[in-house]
């Protein structure tokens, strides 16, 4: 496996080369576009890795399955589907324009950030530094260790936030935002900003791809209910306006985020963490998403 990972990761690395690493965020504009890593884990346990895995990057909109997982392990899937649809909206991540469709909850989605934004709402805490301790607490069980916040990441998002701000008081003044929509905004701000490694994104993967237990020991962290409802979700909607196209080539539930990070879930096979920060113009890894279109014609892990 891990010669496999290494020949794939050299062929797919000049990919990277048509990408460029975002900077819409200032301090996202330092990642090293050249950088590109995999990690693999079984869903027996087995380990496997190549390239820049010990590089350790912001989680980005990767954190929008945890942030779902959270507020379903914490109001029922009845409750946040009455808040949150799980219909793709074809959108960038940040899209406002509603203009050929009306603004209600059927059609905000958690894969994007008006959805994130809402869910950063819904879970449980008296304050909103409880919630994203909380979350925070989720994401370390489900990445297998300790992981941090990028404190100057955090500082970006929230100093270069104003299309955030935007969709978050036009939630509010649709009655789709309960609470202080700049605390709302300061927990997803924070969760953004949640330092991750290839290793961590894989093993969260793997959590999704387990049915909801951890690699290894076998326990249990959500329900198996819950894993079908979030990959299916990333199915759909997780690689952003591109997910179709992904669908096609790679053929797996996957989320990516800014940073360059993708976490990809074979469903009882393996979780797949990816590190490319040279993004495409929809906001995905290209790179990155090369690797995981060879990996999966290789060893057969489309679903399809
Ligand atoms: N921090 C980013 C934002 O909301 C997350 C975007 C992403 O990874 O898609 O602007």
Same mark, same amino acid.
């Given at each position: 496996?891990?010669?496999?990972?290494?020949?794939?990761?050299? @062929?797919?690395?000049?990919?990277?080369?048509?990408?460029?690493?975002?900077?819409?965020?200032?301090?996202?504009?330092? !990642?090293?576009? @050249?950088?590109?890593?995999? =990690?693999?884990? !079984?869903?027996?346990? &087995?380990?496997?890795?190549?390239?820049?895995?010990?590089?350790?990057?912001?989680?980005?909109?990767?954190? &929008?399955?945890?942030?779902?997982?959270?507020?379903?392990?914490? +109001?029922?899937?009845?409750?946040?589907?009455?808040?949150?649809? %799980?219909?793709?909206?074809?959108?960038?991540?940040?899209?406002?324009?509603?203009?050929?469709?009306?603004?209600?909850?059927?059609?905000?989605?958690? #894969?994007?950030?008006?959805?994130?934004?809402? #869910?950063?709402?819904?879970?449980?805490?008296?304050?909103?530094?409880?919630?994203?301790?909380?979350?925070?607490?989720?994401?370390?069980?489900?990445?297998? !260790?300790?992981?941090?916040?990028?404190?100057?990441? =955090?500082?970006?998002?929230?100093?270069?936030?104003?299309?955030?701000?935007?969709?978050?008081?036009?939630?509010?003044? +649709?009655?789709?935002?309960?609470?202080?929509?700049?605390?709302?905004?300061?927990?997803?701000?924070?969760?953004?900003?949640?330092?991750?490694?290839?290793?961590?994104?894989?093993?969260?993967?793997?959590?999704?791809?387990?049915?909801?237990?951890?690699?290894?020991?076998?326990?249990?962290?959500?329900?198996?209910?819950?894993?079908?409802?979030? +990959?299916?979700?990333?199915?759909?909607?997780?690689?952003?306006?591109?997910?179709?196209?992904?669908?096609?080539?790679?053929?797996?539930?996957?989320?990516?985020?800014?940073?360059?990070?993708?976490?990809? %879930?074979?469903?009882?096979?393996?979780?797949?963490?990816?590190?490319?920060?040279?993004?495409?113009? &929809?906001?995905?890894?290209?790179?990155?998403?090369?690797?995981?279109?060879?990996?999966?014609? @290789?060893?057969?892990?489309?679903?399809?």
């Amino acid at each position: 496996m891990e010669e496999l990972l290494e020949r794939l990761l050299e @062929e797919c690395r000049p990919a990277a080369g048509q990408g460029k690493v975002a900077d819409y965020i200032p301090e996202l504009s330092k !990642g090293d576009p @050249e950088a590109l890593g995999i =990690y693999v884990i !079984g869903s027996e346990g &087995k380990r496997s890795w190549a390239g820049d895995c010990r590089q350790v990057f912001t989680i980005q909109s990767v954190v &929008k399955p945890i942030l779902l997982l959270q507020a379903l392990m914490d +109001n029922g899937a009845e409750f946040v589907m009455s808040r949150v649809g %799980v219909e793709a909206t074809g959108k960038p991540f940040d899209a406002i324009n509603f203009s050929d469709q009306s603004l209600d909850s059927g059609n905000i989605n958690p #894969m994007v950030n008006m959805g994130a934004i809402v #869910m950063c709402s819904l879970i449980h805490g008296r304050s909103y530094d409880e919630r994203f301790q909380r979350l925070l607490e989720l994401t370390r069980r489900l990445a297998g !260790g300790e992981i941090g916040v990028d404190q100057a990441v =955090y500082r970006s998002e929230k100093s270069h936030g104003s299309k955030n701000r935007a969709l978050a008081y036009l939630l509010k003044s +649709n009655g789709l935002l309960d609470g202080d929509v700049e605390e709302v905004l300061d927990c997803y701000f924070r969760a953004c900003s949640i330092q991750v490694d290839c290793r961590a994104l894989a093993h969260i993967g793997a959590v999704l791809s387990n049915r909801g237990r951890l690699p290894v020991s076998n326990e249990r962290i959500f329900p198996a209910a819950m894993s079908r409802y979030v +990959n299916a979700i990333l199915m759909t909607c997780g690689m952003y306006d591109g997910s179709g196209e992904f669908a096609l080539r790679v053929g797996v539930p996957a989320k990516s985020g800014v940073g360059g990070g993708i976490m990809a %879930v074979v469903p009882t096979r393996m979780g797949i963490g990816i590190f490319g920060p040279a993004l495409d113009r &929809k906001g995905n890894s290209v790179a990155g998403i090369r690797l995981l279109e060879r990996l999966s014609a @290789e060893l057969h892990l489309s679903i399809f």
